[in-house]
């Protein structure tokens, strides 16, 4: 029980707990073990309860397809984070897929149990809601920031651009100003001739070292460390380009989780704009070339 009460004391809802109360509250939910890939609750599903993340890493991820075999992340929780809130507080149907993305342990809270704990316990249930409250508040902004964000490039896709190359110059240089804090920002296209990755576009706040990337080799996306993030996208199969993102300041694991979808649905949207790119200027050049065979 020592070891169970030090990882409650870990989670930000129960930061103001005694360890008497902890000790209590702990006998109101079970804990499960999840395996990698292991379904926690699937899209549309009913559900009464409330999953706190002891241990691991889940994904909450949108289904794209019917067969459900394509998703969207939505977000990727870990260690001390909270889901399943809104079938808890209203009895909602689940709006999207947990699946645990590494080996996790969780504590489930049913429904009943919670809101005897909260009727019980006011001033410790208090603190819970204010907590909640937060949390959910903190998930709409950034869903909020994500859809402006979005509805910025979706204009940007719709454009005419000479190359692929301007198109990474613009992106870049819109999407920078929805990052909170300081950032740096530099943006590569893929150069088929010489086969090298070019500079585009560069927008620098602070002074700092390279993120000492190696393009030499295989480019996958990822964080280089606390501080820098390489997002690569892919156009007919091979990368078009990357963009790295550089913070003055540390970033936190569950910011990192955060950015991280973000930048998945950056690359996506990226990839297949330059492929649709690349697809006008091969046939303007083609239609060039036709017009130049009927003219000579």
């Known amino acids: 029980?020592?070891?169970?009460?030090?990882?409650?004391?870990?989670?930000?809802?129960?930061?103001?707990?005694?360890?008497?109360?902890?000790?209590?509250?702990?006998?109101?939910?079970?804990?499960?073990?999840?395996?990698?890939?292991?379904?926690?609750?699937?899209?549309?599903?009913?559900?009464?309860?409330?999953?706190?993340?002891?241990?691991?890493?889940?994904?909450?991820?949108?289904?794209?397809?019917e067969a459900g075999k394509e998703y969207k992340p939505l977000a990727i929780l870990a260690?001390?984070?909270?889901?399943?809130?809104?079938?808890?507080?209203?009895n909602q149907?689940?709006?999207?897929?947990?699946?645990a993305e590494k080996d996790s342990l969780l504590y489930e809270i049913r429904r009943a149990e919670f809101f005897k704990f909260i009727k019980e316990n006011p001033e410790n249930g208090t603190a819970i809601f204010t907590e909640l409250v937060k949390v959910i508040a903190k998930r709409l902004q950034h869903t909020?920031?994500?859809?402006?964000?979005?509805?910025?490039?979706?204009?940007?896709?719709?454009?005419?651009?000479?190359?692929?190359?301007e198109f990474?110059?613009?992106?870049?240089?819109?999407?920078?100003?929805?990052?909170?804090?300081?950032?740096?920002?530099?943006?590569?296209?893929?150069?088929?001739?010489?086969?090298?990755?070019?500079?585009?576009?560069?927008?620098?706040?602070?002074?700092?070292?390279?993120a000492g990337l190696e393009t030499k080799g295989a480019l996958k996306s990822g964080w280089i460390n606390d501080f820098s993030y390489l997002m690569?996208?892919?156009?007919?199969?091979?990368?078009?380009?990357?963009?790295?993102?550089s913070k003055s300041s540390g970033v936190s694991n569950y910011e990192k989780n955060n950015l991280t979808t973000i930048f998945n649905t950056i690359s996506s949207i990226m990839g297949s704009a330059i492929e649709n790119i690349e697809h006008r200027t091969e046939a303007a050049l083609m239609q060039q070339l036709k017009t130049q065979k009927y003219t000579i």
Do not use: C
């Not at 001390?80 to 507080?89: A, C, H, I, Q, R």
């Not at 149907?93 to 699946?99: D, P």
């Not at 804090?181 to 620098?204: A, D, L, P, R």
């Not at 690569?232 to 993102?245: D, K, L, S």
């Open 1 to 65: 029980m020592d070891g169970e009460i030090e990882i409650l004391k870990k989670i930000l809802m129960f930061k103001n707990f005694s360890e008497t109360m902890l000790e209590e509250f702990s006998r109101t939910f079970k804990r499960v073990s999840y395996k990698a890939g292991d379904i926690i609750f699937k899209e549309k599903s009913e559900g009464d309860t409330l999953f706190i993340i002891a241990e691991g890493q889940v994904v909450i991820e949108k289904g794209l397809d």
């Open 79 to 90: 260690d001390g984070e909270f889901f399943g809130e809104m079938s808890v507080l209203e």
């Open 93 to 99: 149907t689940r709006f999207a897929q947990a699946r």
């Open 144 to 165: 909020s920031s994500e859809l402006t964000m979005l509805f910025d490039m979706s204009n940007l896709v719709m454009r005419d651009y000479k190359s692929a190359a």
């Open 168 to 210: 990474i110059k613009l992106t870049v240089e819109d999407i920078s100003i929805y990052f909170e804090g300081v950032w740096n920002f530099q943006g590569y296209s893929y150069n088929q001739f010489n086969e090298e990755f070019e500079e585009v576009v560069s927008k620098n706040s602070f002074a700092r070292e390279s």
């Open 232 to 245: 690569v996208f892919y156009a007919h199969g091979r990368p078009a380009g990357y963009i790295t993102f």
